[in-house]
């Protein structure tokens, strides 16, 4: 999963409106807008105002959206923009994707609604997307015979058994299994892929940050310790989602975090707090080892509610490090220099604020509904705001073009 460039991707002519000439313009912007939107939605249910016209109970429709809803558009919008990098081949865009971006707006529709026209129909129309998905997916790396990013192909297609299983379990098909197994295997499939790719991104552009600096001292390259770490958390995502309140789990959870602590530590990214578009990937990633932390310490202590590293697996890795890869890949792809202003650099702060303060309503029960309002409120503004900030970019041509 080189953080470099593989390849030339070619494009064909494309008449119609900017949104549809890449694939990560309509699914970052249908992510950001959706993450921002569910939330509320959520929002609203639990605390009465809202009834949602879904078969799901709330708490269930929220996890479910957050993974296949919004995260699952981000990583579908990255492997369209990096497929055809590594490839050369020339990438999804115009009428096929426009077909790609209703699917998943279909599936967000019809989960939302699921309680009208019945989970078996839901289900069918939100699964579609991410099989369509795999499907080209597979396509470009047989065709452009990319064999070495195939484990890519393979990580889709867990997520998409994982959102199958989440609706099996729903409808009451899953009986005898570890509850919750559907989303445990979303999330720890998620982490895998972060741990992958940020572990080659995050070093190469800081580096690459450094060198234009005339630094000396740059981020250490791959070796046995990152193979470690991606073992590590692996393992720990594998017993987690199999067998979640075991002591393997744990000590699994406990290597991932100091694993991850020690790879991330050789990063330099104390050296970048200069450029928010650089440090802020450090930043993200640093949830990670305090999500595998907390995991291991709430199967061994009733002061870690479970709940907490949930949150700091999801809200703070995932949702910090979608946001701060879905500025870098709009602001370079779309031709605009690659700094962050002050904008997007609340953005960022936002999303961190999100996080934080999900923890402490986790933490202090007392507090939690005041706590998840503003954790609310700070996750809305950080992806709202991305809409916001972004959105011209998304919809208009490449500067330059």
């Known amino acids: 999963m080189s953080a470099i460039r593989q390849a030339v991707p070619r494009y064909r002519p494309w008449a119609g409106p900017a949104l549809f000439k890449e694939g990560f313009r309509p699914l970052f912007l249908g ?26 109970d709330p708490m269930t429709w929220h996890v479910h959206e957050m993974l296949f809803g919004y995260v699952a558009a981000t990583l579908a919008g990255f492997l369209l923009t990096a497929i055809p990098n590594w490839t050369g081949r020339m990438p999804l865009q115009g009428w096929p994707l426009v077909g790609l971006a209703l699917l998943w707006l279909a599936g967000r529709l019809a989960g939302l609604t699921s309680g009208w026209i019945g989970v078996g129909t839901a289900a069918a129309v939100d699964l579609s997307f991410l099989g369509v998905m795999l499907a080209v997916v597979l ?32 409808a009451g098909l899953l009986e005898g299994l570890p509850a919750g197994l559907g989303w445990r295997l979303a999330i720890a499939v998620i982490l895998l892929l972060i741990s992958l790719i ?27 310790l990152d193979k470690l770490a991606l073992i590590a958390t692996g393992l720990a995502g594998l017993f987690w989602t199999l067998f979640p309140e075991s002591n393997a789990m744990a000590l699994a959870a406990l290597a ?98 999100a996080a934080a303060t999900r923890l402490a309503a986790a933490l202090l029960p007392d507090l939690m ?21 972004y959105g011209r970019a998304l919809l208009t041509p490449r500067v330059g073009a």
């Not at 992510?31 to 809202?50: I, K």
């Not at 706590?371 to 809409?387: E, K, Q, Y």
């Open 31 to 56: 992510s950001a807008l959706w993450a921002a939107a569910a939330l509320l939605l959520w929002l609203l249910a639990l605390q009465g105002s809202l009834v949602l016209p879904s078969a799901l």
């Open 139 to 170: 396509r470009e790396i047989v065709a452009g015979s990319n064999w070495r990013n195939l484990p890519m192909a393979g990580a889709l297609a867990l997520v998409l058994a994982a959102n199958g299983l989440m609706h099996a379990e729903a």
């Open 198 to 224: 940020g572990g080659r991104i995050i070093p190469s552009f800081t580096r690459n940050w450094l060198s234009k600096r005339g630094a000396s001292a740059l981020p250490a390259a791959f070796g046995p």
């Open 256 to 353: 991932a975090a100091v694993l991850q602590a020690l790879r991330l530590a050789r990063w330099r990214g104390l050296a970048t707090l200069s450029e928010p578009l650089v440090w802020s990937l450090h930043l993200a990633y640093a949830w990670l080892p305090v999500g595998f932390a907390l995991l291991a310490a709430s199967r061994w202590s009733a002061l870690v509610p479970v709940s907490m590293a949930i949150h700091a697996l999801t809200a703070g890795a995932i949702g910090s490090i979608t946001l701060a890869v879905m500025t870098r890949a709009t602001l370079g792809h779309t031709g605009r220099p690659l700094t962050a202003g002050a904008g997007t650099t609340a953005l960022y702060l936002a999303v961190t604020l």
């Open 369 to 389: 509904m005041p706590l998840l309002a503003l954790s609310g409120a700070a996750w809305i503004a950080a992806f709202g705001g991305f809409a916001l900030l």
